[in-house]
T-cell receptor, first 115, second 114 residues
Framework: AQTVTQSQPEMSVQEAETVTLSCTYD???????LFWYKQPPSRQMILVIR??????QNATENRFSVNFQKAAKSFSLKISDSQLGDTAMYFC????????????FGGGTRLMVKP | DSGVTQTPKHLITATGQRVTLRCSPR?????VYWYQQSLDQGLQFLIQ???????AKGNILERFSAQQFPDLHSELNLSSLELGDSALYFC?????????????FGPGTRLTVL
């Protein structure tokens, strides 16, 4: 079974600064996807960025980028130029290619962006 | 707006009762997933349906059941409710199953069991 670990329960960052959220996972599969979801106070789950395991290039979406280290099974999220609207819970998630493609989530990191 | 709808938004009920949560997937999506988010267990997968058939099961209690109807909407039935069933229940949908497709989440149903 897959496991996803987020070792930082809470983090804070000053507005306009850069912050990195950590995520590690464990799997025996070779082909899979990794995701970062944002959950603001509204509780809506919003996809931030995704990475396909067979792609070596790190994914980037505007101010959000990932550092994907397949051998180390590490998948960190970097938020540049942090904005107040980035304040939210962030969940790292794994999707394999077996048994229905469900998402396995980490425990989440609560990010607070301070003015 | 993800295009996935869930009703009701909030539900308050008593222990021992039975409730039904409803989900309508995005237009064209055949696969529906149910997830539970609680303080104790975090976000965990419950069950998946694809085009009316159960495709995968996760940590779903025997007191819980689900189905997907011919119009592709899905219902999650929770019975003999306990205090610990209080949680946010998400439905997500994707185009297909068996390959790696993005899941789009609904706004969730917040269940409070008193």
């Amino acid at each position: 079974a897959q496991t996803v670990t987020q070792s930082q329960p809470e983090m804070s960052v000053q507005e306009a600064e850069t912050v990195t959220l950590s995520c590690t996972y464990d799997t025996s599969e070779s082909n899979y996807y990794l995701f970062w979801y944002k959950q603001p106070p509204s509780r809506q789950m919003i996809l931030v960025i995704r990475q396909e395991a067979y792609k070596q290039q790190n994914a980037t979406e505007n101010r959000f980028s990932v550092n994907f280290q397949k051998a180390a099974k590490s998948f960190s999220l970097k938020i540049s130029d942090s904005q107040l609207g980035d304040t939210a819970m962030y969940f790292c998630a794994f999707m394999g290619n077996n048994a229905g493609n469900m998402l396995t989530f980490g425990g989440g990191t609560r990010l607070m962006v301070k003015p | 707006d993800s295009g996935v709808t869930q009703t009701p938004k909030h539900l308050i009920t008593a222990t021992g009762q039975r409730v039904t949560l409803r989900c309508s997937p995005r237009s064209g999506d055949l696969s529906v997933y149910w997830y539970q988010q609680s303080l104790d267990q975090g976000l965990q997968f419950l069950i998946q349906y694809y085009n009316g058939e159960e495709r995968a099961k996760g940590n779903i209690l025997e007191r819980f059941s689900a189905q997907q109807f011919p119009d592709l909407h899905s219902e999650l039935n929770l019975s003999s409710l306990e205090l610990g069933d209080s949680a946010l229940y998400f439905c997500a949908s994707s185009v297909a199953s068996g390959s790696l497709h993005e899941q789009f989440f609904g706004p969730g149903t917040r269940l409070t069991v008193l």
